[in-house]
């Protein structure tokens, strides 16, 4: 069992920067970590997802702006340039084995969520 704690989330102007984080129990190492959002009223979405092997993944309304990354061995980040008023969203981080297809499904474990807001 890994529990994961997001952080960072935040009030931000639109065209700002936000870094949010996940924090594990235990070693992410062996494990693909996956950012999702919901918006009020939206389906979850995936946003990013690094596999093991360091492979990175980006949905298309956020590629060039997200990057996601390996801080430790129990930590991944997402940092969010450029934001927009439709990044805001409740952000959640999972834990689980691979960044393929519609990676949610994918996913084992689950942190709370942390919210982002980008608006003036």
């Known amino acids: 069992q890994v529990q994961l704690v997001e952080s960072g989330g935040g009030l931000v102007q639109p065209g700002g920067s936000l870094r949010v984080s996940c924090a594990a129990s235990?070693?992410?190492?062996?494990?693909?970590v996956g950012w999702f959002r919901q918006a009020p009223g939206k389906e979850r979405e995936g946003v990013s997802c690094?596999?093991?092997?360091?492979?990175t993944h980006y949905s298309d309304s956020v590629k060039g702006r997200f990057t996601i990354s390996r801080d430790s061995a129990v930590t991944v980040s997402l940092q969010m340039n450029s934001l927009k008023p439709e990044d805001t969203a409740v952000y959640s981080c999972?834990?689980?084995?691979?960044?393929?297809?519609?990676?949610?499904?994918?996913?084992?474990?689950w942190g709370e969520g942390t919210l982002v807001t980008a608006s003036s």
């Open positions: 690094i596999g093991s092997d360091g492979d």
């Open positions: 235990g070693t992410l190492d062996y494990y693909a």
């Open positions: 999972a834990a689980g084995w691979g960044c393929f297809g519609d990676y949610v499904k994918n996913m084992y474990y």
